[in-house]
T-cell receptor, first 116, second 114 residues
Framework: AQKVTQTQTSISVVEKTTVTMDCVYETRDSSYFLFWYKQTASGEIVFLIR??????ENATVGHYSLNFQKPKSSIGLIITATQIEDSAVYFC?????????????FGKGTQLIIQP | EAAVTQSPRNKVTVTGGNVTLSCRQT?????MYWYRQDTGHGLRLIHYSYGAGNLQIGDVPDGYKATRTTQEDFFLLLELASPSQTSLYFC?????????????FGKGTRLTVV
């Protein structure tokens, strides 16, 4: 079965610094997709960035980038030049095709607090 | 970007009551999902569907039924609501496995069972 683990429950950093959020996953699939989502204070869940398992190059979108370490089953999210509005809960997720089922599994989330 | 619309956005019902949560997506996605979100548990998959008439069981299906009437519409049914089903419910949709793998979420329905 798929499993996604985020061990950091909460992180607090000062504005304009760089933060890294950790995520490890378990799967027997040879091909899978990894995502990071952001849940805003209003509760809305927004897609941020994706990494395809077969790609060696780390994905980058705006001030979000990924640190994909496939041998360690790890997909870290890096946010550079953080802003107050980056304060949110961040979820790591994996989409795999396990035992004939295509499904998206989430970690429990990391609360990010950006302080002025 | 895909549009996923949930209704109602808020609902209060009594224990034993009958509740239907609705979801409509307008991007012709094949897959649709229902998740619940609770503090300490993150997002947990209740039911999902690969297309009209198809239903798949998720990780926490007990007490829930679902029905996919069309490609656009996916419903979650609580026939005998219990306080343990008080939660924030999200509907989501996506394309089938392949290039466009992102899953897009609705804004959520907050359900309270008193």
């Amino acid at each position: 079965a798929q499993k996604v683990t985020q061990t950091q429950t909460s992180i607090s950093v000062v504005e304009k610094t760089t933060v890294t959020m950790d995520c490890v996953y378990e799967t027997r699939d040879s091909s899978y997709f990894l995502f990071w989502y952001k849940q805003t204070a209003s509760g809305e869940i927004v897609f941020l960035i994706r990494q395809d398992s077969y790609k060696k190059e780390n994905a980058t979108v705006g001030h979000y980038s990924l640190n994909f370490q496939k041998p360690k089953s790890s997909i870290g999210l890096i946010i550079t030049a953080t802003q107050i509005e980056d304060s949110a809960v961040y979820f790591c997720a994996m989409r795999g095709y396990t035992e004939g089922a295509d499904r998206l599994t989430f970690g429990k989330g990391t609360q990010l607090i950006i302080q002025p | 970007e895909a549009a996923v619309t949930q209704s109602p956005r808020n609902k209060v019902t009594v224990t034993g009551g009958n509740v239907t949560l609705s979801c409509r997506q307008t991007n012709s996605h094949n897959y649709m999902y229902w998740y619940r979100q609770d503090t300490g548990h993150g997002l947990r998959l209740i039911h999902y569907s690969y297309g009209a008439g198809n239903l798949q069981i998720g990780d926490v299906p007990d007490g829930y039924k679902a029905t996919r009437t069309t490609q656009e519409d996916f419903f979650l049914l609580l026939e005998l609501a219990s306080p343990s089903q008080t939660s924030l419910y999200f509907c989501a949709s996506s394309d089938a496995w392949g290039q466009n793998t992102e899953v897009f979420f609705g804004k959520g329905t907050r359900l309270t069972v008193v």
